[in-house]
């Protein structure tokens, strides 16, 4: 702060700081006001309006209680953490309009947090108007602590309490071998497992031993543990707070009983001194796990979807979103691309995929397009600092949040609601299934190690049971409006009621069975026609007119229009 604002204590209305708009802020302190609207502006490529909203009243907020108490301090460069300080101070005595009670805690936590990120991301990036270092602390989140003239009963919450905070200290001190055995089973997990997959089991693991503690405290080592103890953990595990409500899921549920069944099978296997005589958690304690169809885009939605792409100003938004929607890449997988995946085998352009969920590499071949997009963002990129394609602002990978909420703002600006990044893997599969690819083709672009993981996507539009299922149906409905009298006076057979009159032949579809492919080729917008077809096309409109198909005949009266237009003088 100035010396002046310094000396003696300063006085800011809240009107004052809430009050100014940024062009206001800019007379004052143009070269902030110019940093802060463009962070914003950045934001709002990637996050969600509500949110973007959220940081712009912060950061005019802070900006007019700086400038005000500081006239000195017009740039980013130029706050300090006494600056920030202040405004914390200042924040906290305001007065809620809504509410007329003070700010509450939860929302200075909040300013914090979104001045921290601010100034975090001009440090990272090198900015010209950055402070030497961030001058904003990072925010803490205060843990709710319960009242102290409420007594909690633990016993009736097995779920929350002890059970959810215990550690392996605290385990340790009521069962130290059953922790002894169970961190040494862990150590081992690590050098064959990922680390999310140890996390998850460390979890199951400390579930378990602090259910023990709480419902049979001389249980005290893994060898001790009896199939009454796994019956009781069962209950309580199907007891157990959701996280949107109810209970957990069935797949939750056969997860963690599949993780402890493992470890008993393993520490038996390897003749640990303290494993059971027997696996005390069974087969057919897992419930049977479901199997949903993947989530995908039907057509007409997928197609909306990637015009929109298309039109995506956002130059590294657009190639890892393609990238996802022609590759079937996984998320993880975008962010460890390396610079130079893409290579040329004769005149194709192939990717080289990372390591992903599966632990194996793979290839997949390349759009033309997407060779385009690779070349264009590295040009605009420059050179890399970290050897990977694609890398957020701050020079760190690509993290599943940020892909997330790029996949999100492309589907919002197209208008088809919510997407999720897997869900294009998916579409790809189902569009590459639908069209005649084989699986085993289909299993090698998607990186598949089993063909069993393949066949989820026949599922999905399973060709040979349409077919039967249509012929078999228009047998039937062939058979009942046949035998079935005319309500129109019209005496013609059933049969040729059904015919209706196509470019080279007829379809005979009944009437109350629908095609998604019907004049698929002239609502197509490659579809190209002239004077030459003008008979057929009006026969065809004809047609469509006699059969009260009011579709069909716009879609036939405008190409004779237009065919009309170029050649006044055609006729029939």
Known sequence: MSAASAAQPVTV???????????????????????????????????????????????????GYVTAVD??????????????????????GQTDPSTGRGVSARIVNQRFGQLHRFFERLVACGHADAPPEVPVPAPSVPRARPRPDVVIDVSLQ????????????????????????????????TVSSRPATVSAASLVLRQFAAHLARTDPACASVAAVERRHVESYKIALAARPGRNGGTVTTETIRNNLGMLRTFFERIIDWDDPDAPRRVPVFAGDLPKANEPLPKFLDDPTAAKFMAGLATEPNRRRRLI???LARTGMRVGEIGGL?????????????????????HNEHTVPLHPMLVGLINDYRTWRGPTTTGLLVERDDHRPMDGRTIYR?????????????????????????QCINRGMSLEAIAALLGHRSPRMTLVYARISDTTVAEQYFTATSAVEADSV????STNGDTRPAAELHRRL??????????????????????????????????????????ATAHADPARTMLYDDLVGVIDKAEPSSTD
């Open 71 to 92: 006239p000195d301090c017009t740039a980013a460069a130029s706050v300090t953490g006494g600056h920030v300080g202040d405004y914390g101070a200042w924040l906290a």
């Open 338 to 358: 390396r610079d130079d995946a893409m290579y040329r085998l004769n005149d194709t352009y192939w990717l080289r995929v990372p390591l992903g969920k599966l």
């Open 502 to 543: 196509l470019g080279n032949g007829h379809c005979t579809r009944p009437l109350e069975l629908d095609c998604r492919f019907q004049t698929i080729c002239e609502g197509c917008g490659f579809f190209e026609t002239g004077p030459q077809f003008v008979t057929i096309l009006r026969r065809q409109r004809d047609d």
């Open 406 to 430: 790029h996949v999100t703002a492309v589907a919002r600006r197209a208008g088809v609601g919510h997407v999720h990044p897997h869900a294009l893997r998916h579409t790809l599969a189902t």
């Open 321 to 323: 979103v393609e990238l």
């Open 13 to 63: 209305h809240s009107s004052h700081a809430m009050g100014r708009g940024w062009e206001q802020i800019a007379a004052v302190a143009p070269r902030m006001a110019a940093t802060m609207t463009t962070y914003l502006a950045e934001l709002a490529t990637t996050l969600a309006p509500r949110t973007v909203t959220k940081a712009d009243t912060t950061l005019r907020q802070f900006a």
């Open 482 to 485: 046949a035998a079935a009298p």
């Open 158 to 189: 097995p779920w929350r309490g002890r059970t959810a905070d215990s550690n392996w200290a605290q385990i340790a001190q009521q069962a130290p071998q059953m922790a002894a055995t169970m961190t040494a089973y862990l150590e081992q997990l």
